[in-house]
């Protein structure tokens, strides 16, 4: 490998600048966490008001980054003792949610298919004689809110259910959406925070109907400009670096209120810098970040291209999605 491929890697490795600007992660420590002040107060009231659960939703302005931050400082300043993260994916359902809730818990079960008392005596006597509580857990037990419910009712502790969207099964989010109610009718110290992607809040419980009144929905939108802003000045003290007032310009402005964006293009320019072994990030350095990170991404969009205008053969389609995407 090139010598000076080498030379320029160690410099941006051992700068540590990969760890302060983190485009492709979600955030995950207080200090490098920017702007959404308002949102966060909103959901530390509604998680610490007893019968209230929180949905968060939208797309693709740090959702997940956001409420891991938020439950972080509510154990940091001790409004809840514990909380717990289930990132969901596609082969998730309502019963594999709970029984992940259930180890973080250390509540013990072995899920069976159909319900034995013999085998419920038998593994209870066995479980008391090496001084174990194991509870043998029907499908129907752990598929039932009610039950749930009253499982976890004592618990003074937030779930958060990221990624709910990604579950095949509507019925599972409106199981979910169940157990919810159940918590609040039972005045039940037990929180839930579901996070997902959704263009409304119905999409994400299954359209249950009834919990309107424990349910506080908050969308998250595109972050301002003071806020992507503070992204680049929080880089800029920690590196010990310094954006030049038109790349911060150009950053925020290019990033339309992603922060992703703003993290990537921060990354790629403060990148150049440092490899220069300059302190100050100027337009020569982000020309080059933007192609660089255009690359990064370039089989992804044209992966997305393709698919928008499959089917559609004529020049005539492919110029109306360029006028749309400018």
Not at 87 to 100: K, L, P, V, Y
Not at 130 to 143: F, L, P
Not at 148 to 173: Q, R, T
Request: hydrophobic share 40%; net charge neutral.
């Amino acid at each position: 490998m090139d010598t000076i491929m080498l030379d320029r890697e160690d410099l941006i490795r051992r700068s540590g600048v990969r760890n302060v600007f983190i485009p492709n992660k979600p955030i995950d420590s207080i200090e490098l966490f920017s702007g959404r002040q308002e949102e966060v107060n909103k959901i530390i009231e509604c998680l610490g008001t007893s019968g209230l659960h929180v949905l968060l939703y939208d797309r693709g302005v740090g959702k997940t980054s956001l409420s891991s931050i938020t439950c972080s400082i509510l154990t940091m300043e001790r409004i809840i003792p514990n909380f717990y993260i289930k990132r969901c994916d596609s082969g998730d359902t309502f019963s594999s949610i709970i029984m992940h809730l259930f180890e973080e818990l250390n509540i013990e079960c072995i899920l069976k298919k159909n319900k034995s008392w013999g085998l419920s005596i038998l593994w209870n006597l066995l479980s008391f004689s090496k001084g174990h509580n194991i509870e043998v857990v029907t499908y129907d037990n752990i598929n039932s809110p009610s039950w749930v419910a009253k499982k976890v009712a004592h618990e003074k502790s937030v779930f958060l259910i990221d990624e709910i969207d990604v579950l095949l099964n509507p019925n599972d989010k409106k199981k979910i959406a169940e157990l919810i109610k159940q918590l609040s009718d039972n005045n039940s110290k037990f929180t839930i925070f579901i996070v997902g992607i959704s263009k409304t809040a119905s999409e994400l419980t299954g359209g249950h109907p009834s919990i309107q009144r424990c349910l506080k929905e908050v969308r998250l939108d595109r972050m301002s400009d003071n806020e992507l802003r503070d992204i680049l000045i929080k880089g800029e003290e920690r590196l010990n670096i310094k954006f030049s007032n038109e790349v911060k310009r150009v950053i925020i402005k290019s990033s339309a209120g992603f922060p992703y964006f703003t993290q990537l293009l921060a990354l790629k320019s403060a990148e150049e810098a440092i490899a220069k072994d300059s302190s100050e990030v100027t337009m020569s350095e982000f020309k080059i970040a933007v192609k660089r990170a255009v690359d990064d991404i370039e089989g992804e969009l044209r992966e997305k291209y393709q698919l928008a205008v499959y089917g559609q053969k004529t020049e005539r389609n492919k110029n109306i999605l360029l006028a749309a995407a400018i």
